[in-house]
């Protein structure tokens, strides 16, 4: 059974940083069925949106507003994802997720639970 546990969460002043984790278990990220990764957030009242996501074919989107403040990586050995985020301002507030698509006979859609982010002014 495939699992998402995000990690890094907290509250933080604008300006200031935090990076998230993304911890991966009943299947490897490097699995030729995973069909792309990445990180959503919800703020309140908002739908959710997309961060920041490994395409297939090895190409990276952004969000506009966090292209030049954000960074999504992964570290294979180790089956995580990270989100590093910088310059943070209170727009960032929202609760995070971590996604990962699998193409079998149909495409499986698994999200992580969530993680808090609150930025103050």
């Known amino acids: 059974q495939v699992q998402l546990v995000e990690s890094g969460g907290g509250l933080v002043r604008a300006g200031g940083s935090l990076r998230l984790s993304c911890a991966a278990s009943?299947?490897?990220?490097?699995?030729?069925?995973?069909?792309?990764m990445g990180w959503y957030r919800q703020a309140p009242g908002k739908q959710r949106e997309l961060v920041a996501a490994?395409?297939?074919?090895?190409?990276?989107d952004y969000l506009y507003p966090v292209k030049d403040r954000f960074t999504i990586s992964r570290d294979n050995a180790k089956n995580t994802m990270a989100l590093q985020m910088n310059d943070l301002t209170p727009e960032d507030t929202a609760v995070y997720y971590c996604?990962?698509?699998?193409?079998?006979?149909?495409?499986?859609?698994?999200w992580g639970q969530g993680t808090q982010v609150t930025v103050s002014a």
């Open positions: 996604k990962i698509e699998v193409q079998l006979n149909q495409l499986l859609v698994y």
């Open positions: 009943g299947i490897a990220l490097t699995d030729p069925t995973t069909r792309s």
């Open positions: 490994f395409r297939p074919g090895g190409t990276i």
